[in-house]
């Protein structure tokens, strides 16, 4: 059980890891896709806000440090969304790959709006709806498409690990 554990928190820290050390690989015109808050979505929808919130704060300090910015600047960016969708998904009856992907896009749109926000409080000679239209609203829509291929990894790779250590999701 503590195995599996630790094995969510890696693939929290391996998809942080990635969105952290090759973001030029992963740019498109200058935009990159949040993959950190995606595998935050999938651990909310299928595993509760609980577990998507700890992720969160695993996921925000490692942003926080790699980024040199204030700790709990992106840990609070992830918490909320974290929180809002890990409530909403407990209430769908359906869990289509448009409804995820829109469930993300939103939650993305809630980041960008709360990271930018504090942002420009720490910074405020900043423009907070231009960065809002410019950067947040492409890094919805990239992180969005890729959704259904994160959660498809992601959902292989713990389903994978319920069948071998025999975890049983508790509701």
Not at 41 to 55: L, N, S, T, V
Request: charged share 10%; proline share 4%.
């Amino acid at each position: 059980m503590i195995i599996y554990h630790i094995l969510w928190i890696l693939v929290v820290f391996v998809l942080t890891i990635l969105q952290i050390s090759w973001p030029e690989i992963l740019k498109i015109e200058g935009i990159a896709p949040n993959l950190a808050l995606i595998v935050i979505i999938y651990i909310a929808f299928y595993y509760g806000e609980e577990r998507a919130m700890i992720g969160s704060v695993f996921a925000g300090t490692y942003l926080d440090v790699a980024s040199n910015s204030t700790l709990g600047f992106h840990i609070l960016c992830l918490v909320v969304p974290a929180f809002i969708l890990g409530k909403v998904s407990a209430r769908l009856i359906s869990l289509h790959p448009a409804i995820k992907a829109s469930l993300v896009f939103f939650a993305t749109i809630i980041y960008g709006i709360i990271f930018n926000f504090i942002s420009y409080l720490q910074n405020p000679y900043g423009n907070y709806f231009y960065m809002l239209i410019v950067d947040t609203v492409p890094q919805a829509f990239y992180t969005a498409i890729l959704t259904p291929i994160i959660f498809w990894i992601v959902g292989s790779f713990f389903n994978f690990s319920d069948s071998f250590f025999n975890y049983q999701i508790s509701e």
